[in-house]
């Protein structure tokens, strides 16, 4: 076994060098491709993030001003024909009375309020403008005669007196005025007749028409008839009552498993079960949840359709591995140390776990539940098999009243007919639920940062 | 006997039998000086390295031996906020100079760490690791006989001829250290750097690596960084002894260890500091 | 109303049974020798709380799930006797007017002479009935209460029992957990075999046409249901988002990891998950404004016939939500790789790329994986990207930038609004939920073994 060659000698290690050298600008040519590479991969992500904000920002931010018609309608005694509100007579019952008030009201909607609408617009209207009356109507969102009516039932008195309101002006001529439909396209594939546009431009002109702070995104309802008065405030309780749900069953429920999980279970079969289900549970499509809620929820124990508790109760199902696996995390970095005194204190594993062990992850805790809170808020799959995509004009009471949330509003704003209109108003309901998201994350970093230099 | 198996492998050439003073100096460092961030780690550390023959570097820990082991081959170049000073040359070559590349620095200058680090590969492509990257094999032959000769030289050979494709992470430390050693020498160094190379091992391993080494010194000038003042005694010819990141003495190892000059170095090595 | 004055007694109940355990105990450890009482104060409080909650909390239980059915049986005894058998919408109106004048509000029209003896008669025995139940809980509170008083002595173990229940608490709560998967798997096969009683099981799963006819008049003709249309369509935009997303997201994952200077990477990281956190309607939203339209006119640039809404533009989409998954998960794995190997492949003058290629990789390879498997069953569980940007055109064709339609979008278009489970045309969405169920398991158990069997071999 002596046949090893002699070892290296000058001129060996010298062919040696020659060798490493000669690929050596080969090897860095490699090394700076492969460098680049990363870097344009960086770059690459880093791109979609800047054009994916811009897209959105660039199509919603306009759609937070809107069009506004200021003019001075007269609530004429002419069109108003019934105008005295029906009295409680002593001894009628208050369903009786219910019923005649919502009477007089329903004749009230009979009237014909365009005709104020109308006089109110051909007061302000520069003069000599030719137009008809169908085709100015469409200036104005359709919701504002209703808007009105609804002055007009609060307040009775206003018969015959003359009132300074300002109209929403129709979802077209937001479009027309924002340049969101091609103002050159010709007259068959416009949404406005051609009076109406130059109505809406001579409007504006004169400052009839103004642009001011959309309020009726934050403060309205879903409209399908009346676009341009169409808000989040529906879908807005819908997702706040969801929310409600998930913390108060989601956070309790989810840091109890993880305690028991981590600081009882015995080392068994059954807990390494429970583990891998949790582990699985967090990766099954959500789209899957929302059929347990179709199956479940709404077929087997009869819960209403569209309701909030429902969406919540299946959200909480969804949130619940990610705030036990978090849980259990900030758990496990618990250092042994402070386990060993308090139990070599005397203390019971109950006392440790509640007095010493929890109170320290909590900042842990809190992170985790506001980022699976934040991820439950921007969920739209499984609310469309629970019936949360249903169009509701109201905003719900309770958490059982039919609602819908942000993201749902979002996928049924973003099917709407009037494209030209809505493309712009989805983009300012995702800002609205981006915005949540980025306070939630916020208030989740704020409060880490500041729990932690305390603890 | 592992011992025993290691002896059949004798290399046939002996080490130099030049006395140490006259070797030629293969490396040469003056005032060289590392700092991590703010904090100075090294201070004016200035040493020759002699050829074909193993130097130790023994200090208590911290002393900021290993710190100038990594400089040797710039090793800490991949610390972040690392800053060395002062100039080490390789060959009369600045190892720090701009003009230097440090790919081709450490394919000259080898080296071996504290804990056995094979990669997760067979222990055939652990040895061919470093040929392949450097393009040193013309062929699969070629690459054969470099993987043979490097574990033959490393004395893994025999013990692992049957399973040279089953990953080197199944190889117990000793043997994993062996594989290190041998993937080092697989790309032809000159200078070989250990850094507590037994430190993870347990003494009949370590007894086996020892041997190694001082066959290795045949061909390859050595340095090693040690904790064990026993290990330094028993495989090198010079010792360096640190202490708080300056270098104390230099010298013969057995007049280190028999006649110090420093209070400091009687002191450790007599096991008052350490 | 009813039901704050209940909340309010009970916590007042609450409040006083936890002072008489803790006085109780108080005053017997006065008594008893210094430090032989076994539990603290508190805990005999607990201990006593729960026993006066318990029996209190099942009364009022009772009384919420059966209250409704009593009173319902008390108004029938009033209603003529054709209108309790005809049954139905009138019956139900006539209750609910019953009701309405029990509670005081009254009701518009004229009162049926039966209806203000009925709405009389229910609001005296509502008034009894409440009475009763208040008297049962408050007087079995009491008595449990009472009870649990007297159990106190020094050496009640008032803590351990506590504990006990505390305990049976936690794993209750853990408990659902498996509910919930068994109520997932449960509710998917029992759907999905009534499914089966329409449409062959050889039908569904090898069907090569997807046509469910919607047809209100019920009758024989359900239309076609074969998955593997819906099934190509998954698999298609799978594999597009995986193009995009695998090379993108490991290597920003190795550029941050390896070569971003700690400045860069703690800015870069948190920027890109940011993709992360975006609600993927949100995405959806997007490949229909933006992605749709740039790569159908990137395509006639080119002289392709790209459809804006296609297989293409929710796959493409579909990566770059998935970028952020991949890269964090590779970026974990990647920090687990032991620094010693690379710095043994340093040692050997590899450069950086060198080393990364041919050892970071490898060493990570089996935690890559694991990534890759559960961003693959994430695609493949996506469903509002594709609903809004593949085009829901459930027809096989090999051509990526064609529409098509994937088992999730099925599942959505079948379901909606939808709750009568009465024929095929909604019971499939459970046949293909329970598909999608099984696909995305498998995928998850093998990642997740992957992934832990490497972290294993590093510890």
């Known amino acids: ?455 | 006997m592992l011992a025993g198996k290691v002896k059949m492998t004798q290399v046939s050439d002996t080490a130099p039998t030049t006395p140490l003073a006259q070797r030629p100096i293969r490396v040469s460092a003056s005032d060289v000086t590392v700092h991590y961030g703010a904090k100075q780690a090294l201070f004016g550390v200035s040493i020759d390295i002699p050829d074909r023959a193993v130097t130790s570097f023994i200090g208590p820990s911290g002393c900021g031996k290993s710190t100038f082991l990594r400089c040797i081959n710039r090793m800490n170049d991949t610390i972040e906020g690392c800053r060395v000073g002062g100039s080490i040359t390789l060959d009369g070559e600045d190892v720090y100079s701009p003009a230097l590349d440090v790919v081709e620095l450490r394919a000259r200058v080898g080296m071996v760490f504290q804990k056995p680090n094979p990669f997760p590969k067979s222990i055939y492509e652990n040895v061919a690791y470093g040929p392949k990257i450097h393009g040193l094999a013309r062929s699969k032959a070629d690459l054969d006989e470099i993987v043979v000769t490097s574990l033959r030289k490393a004395g893994l050979f025999e013990e692992v001829k049957d399973r040279l494709h089953e990953p080197g992470t199944g190889l117990s430390g000793g043997q994993q250290q062996r594989l290190c050693i041998a993937r080092a020498i697989a790309v032809g160094p000159e200078v070989i750097l250990m850094d507590e190379p037994c430190s993870a091992l347990d003494p009949i391993a370590t007894a086996v690596i020892e041997e190694l080494i001082d066959e290795l010194r045949a061909n390859y000038t050595i340095i090693i960084v040690t904790h064990s003042m026993q290990q330094a005694a028993r495989v090198s010819q010079k010792t360096a002894f640190f202490h708080l990141g300056k270098l104390i003495e230099e010298g013969r190892t057995e007049d280190i260890f028999t006649n110090p000059t420093k209070k400091q170095t009687q002191d450790y090595i007599t096991g008052r500091i350490g | ?459």
Request: charged fraction near 15%; include cysteine.
């Open chain 1, 1 to 455: 076994m002596t046949d090893i060659p002699a070892g290296i000698d000058r001129s060996e290690s010298a062919e040696r060098r020659a060798r490493v050298r000669a690929g050596l600008a080969r090897r860095h040519r490699g090394e700076m491709t492969f460098r680049g590479l990363g870097l344009a991969a960086i770059v690459l992500a880093l791109g979609f993030v800047a054009i994916f904000f811009w897209t959105i920002l660039s199509k919603g931010l306009p759609s937070f001003m809107q069009p506004v018609v200021h003019v001075e309608a007269f609530f004429d005694p002419a069109v108003i024909t019934n105008p005295a509100p029906p009295v409680q007579a002593v001894g009628q019952s208050d369903a009786d009375f219910r019923a005649q008030s919502l009477k007089w009201q329903r004749d009230l909607a009979g009237l014909n309020w365009n005709k104020i609408v109308e006089a109110a617009l051909r007061r302000a209207m520069p003069a000599g403008t030719e137009i008809d009356s169908k085709q100015i109507l469409t200036v104005v969102e359709t919701s504002e005669r209703h808007r009105l009516r609804e002055m007009f039932v609060a307040d009775p008195s206003l018969l015959g007196k003359t009132v300074k309101v300002d109209l929403l002006a129709s979802a077209n001529v937001d479009s027309w005025l924002k340049g969101n439909i091609d103002r050159d396209l010709p007259d068959s594939q416009q949404q406005l007749s051609a009076p109406a546009r130059a109505l809406a431009d001579a409007l504006a002109a004169n400052g009839t028409i103004t642009m001011r702070f959309a309020w009726t995104i934050f403060a309205n309802v879903d409209s399908r008839a009346a676009p341009a008065a169409a808000g989040l405030a529906g879908a807005f309780m819908g997702s706040l009552y969801m929310m409600l749900v998930v913390i108060l069953l989601a956070v309790p429920i989810g840091v109890a498993s993880a305690i028991y999980l981590e600081e009882y279970a015995p080392k068994s079969r059954l807990t390494d079960l429970i583990e891998v289900n949790i582990n699985n549970l967090a990766a099954v499509p959500s789209i899957v949840f929302g059929l347990l809620g179709a199956a479940v929820f709404i077929n087997t124990f009869h819960l209403p359709l569209s309701a909030p508790l429902v969406g919540g109760l299946v959200l909480t199902l969804m949130t619940l591995p990610t705030i036990i696996i978090a849980t259990r995390g900030a758990l496990q970095g618990v250092s042994p140390s402070l386990r060993q005194a308090a139990l070599g204190l005397g203390a019971s594993k109950t006392q440790m776990v509640f007095h010493h062990v929890l109170p320290v992850t909590f900042p842990s805790i809190l992170t985790a539940t506001i980022i699976g809170v934040a991820q439950a808020l921007g969920e739209t799959a499984p609310l469309l098999l629970i019936g949360m995509n249903a169009f509701v004009a109201s905003v719900p009471a309770t958490p059982l009243d039919q609602a819908t949330a942000l993201p749902v509003q979002v996928f049924l704003w973003q099917g709407n007919e009037n494209r030209n209109f809505f493309e712009a108003r989805t983009s300012a309901a995702i800002i609205v639920l981006l915005g949540l998201m980025i306070v939630l994350n916020a208030v989740a970093i704020f409060l880490r940062t500041r729990l932690e230099r305390r603890a």
């Open chain 3, 1 to 459: 109303m009813n039901s704050y004055v209940f909340a309010a007694l009970l916590l007042a109940l609450l409040a006083i049974a936890y002072q008489v355990g803790w006085a109780r105990s108080r005053a017997l450890a006065g008594t008893a020798p210094a430090r032989s009482f076994h539990s603290r104060p508190q805990y005999h409080g607990t201990l006593v709380v729960l026993w006066t909650l318990i029996p209190a909390l099942l009364i009022l239980g009772l009384w919420t799930l059966f209250g409704d059915t009593v009173f319902r049986n008390y108004i029938l005894g009033f209603l003529p006797a054709d209108l309790v058998a005809a049954g139905g919408m009138p019956l139900e109106q006539a209750m609910q007017r019953v009701r309405a004048i029990a509670s005081g509000f009254g009701v518009a029209g004229q009162l049926a002479p039966y209806e203000q003896a009925a709405g009389d008669g229910l609001r005296q025995f509502q008034l009894i009935v409440l009475l009763i139940v208040i008297a049962a809980a408050a007087g079995t509170a009491i008595i449990a209460l009472l009870y649990a008083r007297n159990r106190i002595t020094a050496r009640l173990r008032a803590r351990n029992e506590v504990e006990i229940f505390v305990r049976f608490l936690l794993l209750a709560c853990s408990a659902i957990a498996i509910l919930t998967t068994l109520g997932i798997v449960a509710s998917l096969v029992t759907e999905a075999f009534r499914f089966f009683t329409f449409v062959s099981p050889i039908d569904f799963f090898f069907g090569t046409v997807w046509n469910p006819v919607f047809s209100s008049s019920g009758g024989g003709a359900h239309g076609q249901y074969g998955l593997l249309p819906l099934l190509w369509g998954t698999l298609m935009v799978s594999a597009i988002a995986m193009l995009v997303a695998l090379p993108l997201g490991l290597m920003s994952a190795i550029y941050l990891n390896q070569y971003a200077s700690p400045r860069v990477r703690s800015v870069v990281k948190p920027v890109i998950e940011i993709l992360a956190g975006i609600p993927t309607i949100v995405y959806g939203f997007f490949a229909l404004v933006t992605m749709g339209p740039f790569l159908a006119g990137a395509g006639a640039m080119i002289g392709l016939d790209v459809s804006a809404t296609s297989a293409l533009t929710a796959g493409v989409v579909m990566g770059i939500m998935i970028i952020p998954f991949i890269s964090s998960l590779s970026d974990d794995i990647l920090n687990q790789v032991p620094t010693a190997m690379r710095d043994g492949s340093y040692g050997l003058g590899a450069t950086q790329a060198e080393t990364i290629r041919r050892v970071l990789l490898p060493a990570a390879l089996p935690g890559i994986v694991g990534a890759f498997l559960l961003a693959v069953s994430r695609a493949i569980g996506e469903t509002m990207i594709v609903v809004l940007a593949a085009g829901n055109s459930p027809v096989l064709r090999a051509n990526p930038l064609e529409p098509i339609s994937t088992v999730t979008v099925s599942i959505v278009n079948q379901l909606t609004g939808d709750t009568d489970f009465a024929g095929p045309q909604s019971l499939v969405a459970f046949a293909l939920g329970l598909t999608l169920f099984v696909m995305t398991l498998i995928l998850n158990v093998v990642a997740l073994m992957i992934v832990r069997r490497f972290r294993e071999q590093y510890e």
